[in-house]
């Protein structure tokens, strides 16, 4: 039990410390009544200490800088820009000194920069309130506040919110129409975390109360607050830092050794470089060590910014033996931020376990969209598919592989002159027939759309109805004057962009999606070049040369030139100036284009797939990770990049399958479709420039190999369709990190060539050229073939393991205690839907397991809500299976019902049972059984594997409880 108290623990010539949350003791009120005596000293006395303590000035009036001793290591970089000389650096307060190893910096901050605290702590209903004054010290780059203040607001047990702010002059921050935050309006009883404030400097310092680790510590890098520069820094728990993006870290843990990744989306092709890509997202997730616990820090601010980090300071005590050193860790490593606008506006989010910090920062930012179950098929794209009758060849020619296949694209060659809202009469005439013709086969359609809307007539020199109705409506983004709109270049020649966070855009937007459904009658919407993207900078007649477009200080992002490849910073729109507001402009068009889907399809989800991010779009959207090349490389980064998106809470991710620039191989894009086959948004994209690349062209034994991966995919698209439910509404991740599910075990930490389907599905796919084998690393739990149902041959738990992997073959494995739903596969969802359902039962080592079911019509927007689906929870022994069905479908499913299924199919790995034919029962849960026919019962003793077929007239239907026995 804990209680809250005034207590400042510690204090002394410069600092004064805080520390809240401290266990209750017995007969402590003298104490605490001489204690609150020694706080109202302290009030008065310490702000004349701290300014006697300070009256230590140089030549130029300012305080003279106090550098520190420790490791050269331990320093924060005072001249980030580069260039820094001794003059320069000296000119600026700070310290220098040449570092004796690569990668410390040779300017850095002196002990005293930053801010003092004013008046002491104010109390506040959440929390507290400091004020703080400027130190004496030389700006680094221009207008840094003489005030600034802290508010801490202890929001939940397990969530704190620290922002930096201007008390006297409102700044720009992220607009609650993009994000809306959590509202507290309580102290949070029992809170997980300790704070520790420190006077002058002033820090901040969060630990776990649990354990003593560091989760924010503010102390290591000294805070500055300027117009357009700001920056913090902070020390970690551990070296174990994941998140932050959007980038290719190439692992999903980060190098820490000096490492500086650029935050401000832009549309660049994924290289492998420190480039910063599409997305904007702040966030980060910090696994504590091997205790198992992790924390999650999140920055809301959307401009443009860096993040440094820095690795953890150890010395050597002792040489153990020749190859073993003893190695005392003496300074954990270090985030530096450096944010150009804005505010400082952080969230920490306690955990105590992995999924649990994905949980807190989905439920801030707002949970995932809920995706239509076919857009968990498999699907099929390319950039110029030349003509229609092209694209009604490479359609068939799928079709007759027999690979499942539930939607067809259309990227911008189908537009008439890449024209928004048009298609090409000429070139792809018929193409309503053609999408008429995919939906009588069960297949669905998508159309890309970018943001830039060509500003010229028509081809046959009619008006542009889409620039005349922005015109008239006032849609499009400004100049600086705030009167002309801004005209650049994109792929219709000269063009507008809307500015969607205009809820006038909104509309018109809504209302050319809407009509132009009503041509093309397609199911979902592609977004793209939504950075956005241009291919002149700025505009056609440049930039002003201003504060905005050149800031005093530009972050490290590509081409270090604001505007470049986008629109000029001074640019206005309805949200803010585009230099606060350029990372939200994808994501406002992806709040745009959901409203516009709820209009097109009032009852039904569809699905958005959107290039451009920002924190919390997977509200409205998935995303891809973006024009990837054909090559090994790029096959394994995705999914790293699958994994940092989970993080991210944007579940329904994937990689162009196969690559998008340069020509693939037939082996890369077969094993390419067979780790594309556990995406969860799953699709075959490719280049204009380059050869085709769906599965149809390759060889039989390739297409053989797709056929049978996708046909996986789709047997277990029941299981995925639930992580989407559960990520919809607790927040968890789909795609998952083993050290989400084994964080106390190390080896798991750093793998990134394995991932996890929820805690009960492992992948391990072949990810370099001419190789028959994988190496797959088993935490210590039993685990099981997909396939087969055999367990992992030999001493494997806790080891890594090489496997066969032959070029058919990705492998698959079942975690023990799991129970997976099945359903028997199709070439569509449309048509897989109906078929029989199924149960893996994967038995741990104490012959248990369990699962869930969420089961809906598969597309109405608002099921869940409703409570409109059926749900189930499964448990299994050593004796028995139960089904217990906890909702079902409003009115109760009738003949040709969509929740009208049975389970054909159960199947138990690891069931170890006596000698002869097992004895099967089956039948609802409160009732009478059936014995199960032998012809129907096989037992693989040898393996402990009972499979039970041909289920379906035995009527154990999907929305009642049920029992099955075996013995």
């Not at 201007?166 to 029992?190: G, I, Q």
């Not at 790029?634 to 944007?650: K, R, V």
Request: aromatic share 12%; net charge negative; hydrophobic share 35%.
């Amino acid at each position: 039990m804990y209680q809250k108290q005034d207590d400042y623990d510690e204090f002394g010539d410069q600092s004064l410390m805080l520390t809240e949350y401290r266990p209750r003791r017995k007969n402590r009120r003298p104490v605490l009544i001489c204690f609150c005596i020694l706080v109202v000293f302290l009030t008065i006395v310490i702000p004349v200490a701290i300014v006697v303590s300070n009256r230590r000035h140089g030549s130029s009036g300012f305080v003279a800088p106090e550098c520190p001793s420790a490791d050269e290591r331990e320093r924060v970089d005072c001249y980030p820009e580069g260039g820094a000389s001794q003059s320069r650096c000296e000119a600026r307060g700070c310290c220098w000194g040449q570092p004796s190893t690569q990668g410390p910096p040779s300017c850095f901050y002196p002990v005293n920069h930053g801010y003092e605290l004013v008046g002491g702590l104010q109390r506040t209903p959440l929390g507290y309130k400091a004020a703080l004054r400027r130190l004496n010290t030389p700006a680094m780059y221009g207008g840094d506040m003489q005030n600034i203040e802290v508010t801490v607001e202890i929001q939940q047990d397990y969530r704190l919110h620290v922002k930096v702010s201007d008390p006297k002059r409102p700044r720009y921050e992220v607009p609650e129409a993009a994000l809306k935050r959590p509202l507290a309006t309580t102290l949070a009883e029992n809170p997980l975390y300790n704070l520790t404030f420190t006077s002058n400097p002033f820090s901040l310092k969060v630990t776990r109360n649990s354990t003593g680790a560091t989760i924010f510590d503010t102390s290591v890098g000294k805070l500055t607050f300027g117009d357009q520069f700001l920056s913090v820094s902070t020390r970690l728990a551990s070296s174990n830092l994941y998140g932050l993006g959007e980038h290719v870290h190439r692992r999903y843990r980060h190098d820490l050794n000096w490492k500086t990744w650029p935050i401000f989306s832009r549309g660049a092709s994924p290289k492998g470089n420190f480039d910063n890509l599409y997305g904007h997202h702040p966030f980060y997730m910090c696994l504590e060590d091997s205790d198992g616990n992790a924390n999650g820090v999140f920055l809301l601010n959307s401009n443009a910014m860096e993040v440094t980090l820095q690795p953890p300071v150890t010395s050597v005590k002792s040489q153990i033996r020749d190859d073993i050193l003893d190695v005392e860790r003496v300074a954990m490593p270090t985030v530096t931020y450096r944010v150009i606008g804005g505010v400082l506006d952080f969230y920490m989010f306690l955990g105590p376990s992995p999924e649990n910090v994905v949980q807190q920062y989905t439920e801030m930012i707002g949970r995932s969209i809920m995706p239509a179950y076919w857009a968990l098929g498999f699907q099929l794209s390319r950039w110029n598919y030349t003509d229609i009758n092209k694209l009604r060849r490479v359609v068939q020619r799928t079709r007759d592989t027999g690979i499942p296949y539930d939607v067809q694209y259309g990227d911008i060659d189908y537009m008439e002159d890449t024209k928004d809202f048009t298609y090409d009469a000429d070139l792809f005439q018929g193409l309503p027939d053609l999408v008429q013709n995919l939906h009588d086969h069960g297949q669905k359609y998508i159309v890309i759309l970018d943001p830039a809307i060509g500003n010229t007539n028509r081809r046959d020199g009619s008006p542009y109805l889409p620039y005349e109705s922005g015109l008239q409506d006032d849609v499009f983004v400004k100049n600086a004057d705030g009167v002309t709109d801004l005209i650049g270049e994109v792929w219709p020649g000269t063009t507008v962009f809307p500015d969607f966070t205009n809820p006038t855009t909104v509309q018109w937007w809504g209302d050319h999606c809407e009509s132009f459904h009503s041509v093309i009658p397609y199911d979902g919407l592609w977004i793209d070049m939504n950075e956005p993207k241009t291919f002149k900078n700025g505009s056609l007649t440049g930039c002003g040369d201003d504060r905005w477009n050149y800031p005093p200080y530009v972050p490290a992002i590509k081409g270090k030139l604001m505007y470049e490849r986008t629109l000029c910073m001074d640019t206005l729109q309805y949200w803010g100036r585009h230099y606060d507001v350029h990372s939200l402009y994808g994501h406002s068009m992806a709040i745009a284009t959901h409203s516009a889907m709820r209009r097109v399809f009032p009852d039904k989800r569809g699905i958005i797939i959107t290039r451009a991010n920002f924190v919390g779009t997977g509200q409205y959207s998935g995303h891809w990770l973006g024009d990837n090349k054909s090559a090994w490389e790029d096959m394994e980064w995705s999914i790293t990049g699958m994994l940092e998106f989970g993080l991210f809470g944007i579940p329904y991710i994937g990689a162009d399958i196969c690559g998008f620039l340069l020509d693939t191989t037939e082996q890369l894009c077969q094993r390419w479709m067979q780790l594309g086959a556990f995406y969860p948004y799953s699709r075959n994209h490719n280049h204009n420039d380059f050869i085709d690349q769906d599965p149809a062209v390759f060889s039989q034994s390739m297409i053989d190999s797709s056929r049978d991966v996708m046909m996986t995919r789709y047997t277990l698209m029941p299981y995925l369709y639930t992580l989407f439910y559960h990520a919809h509404v607790a927040g968890t991740t789909v795609v998952r990190p083993l050290l989400h599910e084994f964080p106390t075990d190390s080896n798991t930490w750093d793998v990134d060539r394995q991932f996890l389907w929820g805690s009960g599905l492992l992948i391990s796919p072949v990810l370099t050229p001419d190789t028959i084998t994988v190496d797959a690393y088993f935490p210590d739990t039993p685990w099981y073939d997909y396939l087969t149902g055999h367990e992992v041959e030999g001493d494997y738990r806790g080891q890594t393991v090489t496997l066969d992997a032959p070029l058919n073959k990705i492998n698959v494995h079942v975690r023990g205690g799991t129970i997976l739903p099945t359903q028997q596969p199709a070439n569509t969802t449309v048509y897989s839907r109906k078929n029989p359902m199924g149960l893996l039962v994967a038995m741990d080592d104490s012959s248990a397991a369990s699962g869930t079911l969420f089961w809906d019509d598969g597309e109405s927007i608002d099921s869940v809500e409703r409570q409109d689906y059926a749900f189930a929870n499964f448990t299994a022994s050593s004796t028995e299976l139960l089904c217990e069905v906890v909702n079902v479908p409003l009115g109760g499913p009738t003949a040709g019902h969509w929740a009208d299924l049975r389970y054909g199919t159960v199947s138990v790995y690891g069931l170890a049972l006596g000698t002869g034919t097992p004895t099967v029962r089956a039948g609802p849960s409160s009732g009478p059984l059936q014995t199960v026919a032998t012809s129907r019962v096989q037992y693989d003793r040898d393996n402990q594997v009972l499979l039970l077929t041909d289920l379906n007239d035995m009527d154990l239907k999907i929305t009642s409880s049920l029992r099955v026995t075996w013995g």
